[in-house]
């Protein structure tokens, strides 16, 4: 056996792409999308049924999630202002050259600054690419009823997904709340587990189930071949996955996951999910492509999703909200600084190690690679915005606990946006006048 064959076999895969405490989307938007989990969320706040309650960020209702930069739709990035990124830079201490960071200051939209350390460089982004995902979908419902937000909402309430060999498999557990009983549970995805799109969506971005991320995006290929015929049975696509060519399942692939990247004005180069998240999944179909993402890259798709130039405005406005995060905050999010703030939130590492004398491989700490990716909007006070902010990073930072690497850059990044914004001082109240005598 040559040194390369033992250096590999010595490799320890460790993919952790997301986490299973997260949630998304308002807490009272089961009405509306009738995600079953989120219902559950909210008879925990309200006392109904017990669990933990939501820190105080993350209880907005839905109409205040919204979008905040309609009114500026032709605003691009600014170029980098040199005195603010050496702000952001000296954040990084030691560890620079290992990070890739943008940070956009929206707090003044008329004088926007923005921050950019090493924002081209690339690597997978794990997790992150969730949002991709999310965005083919979205992407396929629009071009299939461009001008019927209603049958787009019945779609992704109504179409039931049966989870089936594309689940296979991951070790994230999804959220299934019994509305009439009230009970949850909380377990990996099984074969024959039924949700709407819209549940499939949250499970993806929520607790970051790889599973339901194969199956939301088997769906988004279904939908964007069948069209207006969508949904179509479990038995005819089967049919079609099993007797389709690969090179027309990988044309499709590309249609449905890599030509939105480029028609909402994004660079393919530098944002792409391409596979599935799935072994199973990806067995099937064959993307014909890397995954990987810039820091620059992912602020523009937030920066698009804030103006509403992320398919359309219905679309823009879902996604955001299905970043919302509304229970315990993990890594970046998890930052002491953001408990009073709104945070839209998804993040997404991926670690491996080797054996090394004198080192213990742990979560988030790999020695060979390891990949921590984060990306935040944070709004406070939630529902006014005084501050409001967008920061991505992405790093590599071996054998550090790049979670906590991650919660650290959250505080100290928030800690400089207050400080560029101080709150306003009172006006002194105006003194009585006094009567002369």
Same mark, same amino acid.
């Given at each position: 056996?040559?040194?390369?064959?033992?250096?590999?076999?010595?490799?320890?895969?460790?993919?952790?792409?997301?986490?299973?405490?997260?949630? &998304?989307?308002?807490?009272?938007?089961?009405?509306?999308?009738?995600?079953?989990?989120?219902?559950?969320?909210?008879?925990?706040?309200?006392?109904?049924?017990?669990?933990?309650?939501?820190?105080?960020?993350?209880?907005?209702?839905?109409?205040?999630?919204?979008?905040?930069?309609?009114?500026?739709?032709?605003?691009?990035?600014?170029? !980098?202002?040199?005195?603010?990124?050496?702000?952001?830079?000296?954040?990084?201490?030691?560890?620079?050259?290992?990070?890739?960071? &943008?940070?956009?200051?929206?707090?003044?939209?008329?004088?926007?600054?923005?921050?950019?350390?090493?924002?081209?460089?690339?690597?997978?982004?794990?997790?992150?690419?969730?949002?991709?995902?999310?965005?083919?979908?979205?992407?396929?419902?629009?071009?299939?009823? !461009?001008?019927?937000?209603?049958?787009?909402?019945?779609?992704?309430?109504?179409?039931?997904?049966?989870?089936?060999?594309?689940?296979?498999?991951?070790?994230?557990?999804?959220?299934?709340?019994?509305?009439?009983?009230?009970?949850?549970?909380?377990?990996?995805?099984?074969?024959?587990?039924?949700?709407?799109?819209?549940?499939?969506?949250?499970?993806?971005?929520?607790?970051?189930?790889?599973?339901?991320?194969?199956?939301?995006?088997?769906?988004?290929?279904?939908?964007?071949?069948?069209?207006?015929?969508?949904?179509?049975?479990?038995?005819?696509?089967?049919?079609?996955?099993?007797?389709? !060519?690969?090179?027309?399942?990988?044309?499709?692939?590309?249609?449905?996951?890599?030509?939105?990247?480029?028609?909402?004005?994004?660079?393919?180069?530098?944002?792409?999910?391409?596979?599935?998240?799935?072994?199973?999944?990806?067995?099937?179909?064959?993307?014909?492509?890397?995954?990987?993402?810039?820091?620059?890259?992912?602020?523009?798709?937030?920066?698009?999703?804030?103006?509403?130039?992320?398919?359309?405005?219905?679309?823009?406005?879902?996604?955001?909200?299905?970043?919302?995060?509304?229970?315990?905050?993990?890594?970046?999010?998890?930052?002491?600084?953001?408990?009073? &703030?709104?945070?839209?939130?998804?993040?997404?590492?991926?670690?491996?190690?080797?054996?090394?004398?004198?080192?213990?491989?742990?979560?988030?700490?790999?020695?060979?690679?390891?990949?921590?990716?984060?990306?935040?909007?944070?709004?406070?006070?939630?529902?006014?915005?005084?501050?409001?902010?967008?920061?991505?990073?992405?790093?590599?930072?071996?054998?550090?606990?790049?979670?906590?690497?991650?919660?650290?850059?959250?505080?100290?990044?928030?800690?400089?946006?207050?400080? &560029?914004?101080?709150?306003?001082? !009172?006006?002194?109240?105006?003194?009585?006048?006094?009567?002369?005598?």
């Amino acid at each position: 056996m040559n040194n390369v064959s033992r250096y590999w076999m010595l490799i320890i895969p460790l993919f952790l792409l997301g986490s299973p405490t997260l949630q &998304a989307y308002p807490i009272d938007g089961y009405e509306d999308t009738g995600i079953r989990r989120i219902e559950g969320v909210r008879m925990v706040e309200e006392g109904i049924i017990p669990g933990s309650k939501q820190p105080p960020g993350a209880t907005l209702p839905t109409e205040k999630v919204d979008l905040r930069l309609l009114d500026r739709p032709d605003m691009n990035l600014p170029e !980098p202002d040199p005195a603010f990124t050496k702000q952001v830079l000296n954040l990084l201490g030691d560890h620079a050259s290992q990070y890739g960071i &943008a940070v956009l200051d929206l707090s003044d939209p008329d004088k926007p600054r923005y921050a950019e350390y090493r924002g081209d460089h690339r690597q997978n982004v794990g997790s992150v690419g969730k949002l991709v995902a999310a965005l083919g979908l979205f992407q396929a419902l629009a071009d299939t009823w !461009p001008d019927d937000i209603g049958k787009r909402r019945d779609i992704l309430k109504n179409t039931v997904v049966t989870a089936d060999e594309f689940s296979h498999r991951d070790h994230h557990k999804i959220k299934i709340f019994d509305v009439e009983n009230k009970k949850l549970t909380r377990r990996t995805m099984k074969d024959g587990d039924q949700g709407s799109l819209w549940e499939y969506l949250d499970w993806t971005l929520s607790v970051s189930s790889n599973s339901a991320a194969s199956m939301l995006m088997r769906d988004a290929m279904l939908l964007r071949h069948y069209g207006k015929d969508y949904p179509v049975s479990n038995t005819e696509a089967e049919r079609f996955f099993e007797e389709t !060519p690969g090179k027309e399942l990988t044309a499709l692939f590309q249609e449905t996951f890599f030509d939105p990247i480029t028609r909402n004005g994004l660079d393919i180069e530098n944002l792409r999910q391409g596979s599935f998240l799935t072994r199973e999944g990806k067995n099937k179909v064959n993307g014909g492509g890397n995954s990987y993402g810039t820091a620059r890259e992912l602020m523009l798709f937030v920066l698009r999703m804030e103006q509403g130039r992320l398919v359309d405005e219905f679309s823009s406005r879902q996604i955001k909200r299905l970043m919302y995060m509304t229970e315990r905050r993990i890594r970046y999010a998890s930052s002491p600084a953001l408990k009073d &703030a709104a945070v839209y939130f998804k993040s997404g590492s991926l670690y491996s190690c080797k054996e090394e004398e004198g080192f213990e491989c742990g979560a988030y700490m790999g020695n060979v690679r390891n990949y921590m990716n984060s990306v935040a909007i944070v709004e406070y006070p939630p529902g006014e915005g005084r501050l409001f902010y967008i920061s991505t990073l992405i790093s590599n930072v071996l054998r550090k606990n790049s979670a906590v690497d991650h919660q650290t850059m959250g505080t100290r990044i928030h800690r400089l946006i207050e400080k &560029a914004h101080p709150v306003p001082e !009172p006006e002194p109240a105006a003194a009585n006048p006094v009567s002369a005598k």
